[in-house]
């Protein structure tokens, strides 16, 4: 089975919850593995050559979250090769707004470490800062899922 990875930088635990419901609904597809930005071992992803990486983006401060950012440049200069498909999703407060990824889009365009990446995205919103996610929020990861496992299968 091809290999997904998903990394978070989660402050609350909201980011990762999700990442983890995406990977549990990969699962069928491909072997998965969730970590965090700050402790997964950059090596260790190379080694696993994984067809894709799933990047949870925080909105903090009208800003991508610069922890994924920075964990994005730092795979760049660590890969020999890159991951053939990227996919990212979102979480924030307030009220989404297509420009908001515009920030992390570029940040994707830049980084040589990636292939293909998916045009489908998720964008889910917490309730509080500290969450939980607004009610109802299900159904769009399950679509997003469906899109996802498309996207890297193509
Ligand atoms: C310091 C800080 C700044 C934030 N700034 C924004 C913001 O500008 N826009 C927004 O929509 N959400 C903002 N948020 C909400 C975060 O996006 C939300 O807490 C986060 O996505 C939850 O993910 P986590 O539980 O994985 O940390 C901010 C949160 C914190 C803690």
Redesign the pocket.
Known sequence: MEKVWFI?N???????KIANELAEKLKSNFEVEVGSAKEVDLKAIGNDKPIALVLAA?????QIDAGIRKFLKKLTNTLAEPIPKVAVFY????PWADKKKKQMEKALKKATCIGEICPEYLEVR?QK???PAEEGYEPKVDEFAIKLTSFIQS
Not at 10 to 16: A, D, L, R
Not at 58 to 62: C, I, K, P, Q, S
């Open positions: 978070h989660t402050k609350f635990g909201n980011s990762e925080r909105l903090v401060a009208f979480t924030h407060a307030s917490m800062i500290e969450g």
